[in-house]
């Protein structure tokens, strides 16, 4: 595999936070609302104390993911996506990796992600990095989100 490189979100990058995953939203599922709103607005995540990180290989932007944060110590690892093409080559590990060391930069005591049942291949990655599923403590913004998980490293036996 190429080598794959990792930026913070520049301005120049907003149009592929939103193309990357209304890719994979489109082809699973359905855009909902509040996608088109989070996806057309990236600054305001960075605005808010969070982080969009880019995955490229060649120059090329192949995948990103989103830390927001929810003020105090909680933070979302949201809007994970890696076009097709780039896929199970461990860019996903890469991003979340990145997005982790954010998290306990920024102080972090909560990184909660939402998901869907069905997306197996994501939900093992995000054990594989200390993710635990959890009951959902609340309601959720986004319809298809019916799998919560938290960042608990300790509580697995799988550490990359």
Request: contains cysteine.
């Amino acid at each position: 595999m190429k080598k794959v490189t990792t930026k913070k979100h520049k301005p120049e990058f907003s149009p592929y936070f939103k193309s990357l995953n209304i890719e994979w939203l489109e082809q699973l599922f359905v855009v909902e609302p509040i996608d088109e709103q989070v996806l057309s607005n990236p600054q305001e995540i960075i605005n808010s104390g969070g982080e969009i990180i880019y995955a490229l290989v060649d120059k090329q932007v192949v995948g990103c993911v989103a830390l927001k944060h929810h003020g105090q110590t909680v933070f979302e690892l949201t809007k994970m996506a890696v076009t097709a093409d780039y896929q199970a080559q461990g860019i996903g590990a890469i991003l979340i990796d990145k997005c982790i060391k954010k998290f306990k930069q920024l102080n972090g005591n909560k990184l909660y992600l939402e998901s869907h049942s069905s997306l197996k291949p994501a939900i093992k990655l995000y054990q594989r990095w200390g993710f635990v599923a959890l009951p959902h403590p609340f309601t959720s913004e986004y319809q298809r989100s019916d799998f919560y998980m938290e960042y608990l490293p300790h509580s697995t036996m799988l550490q990359e």
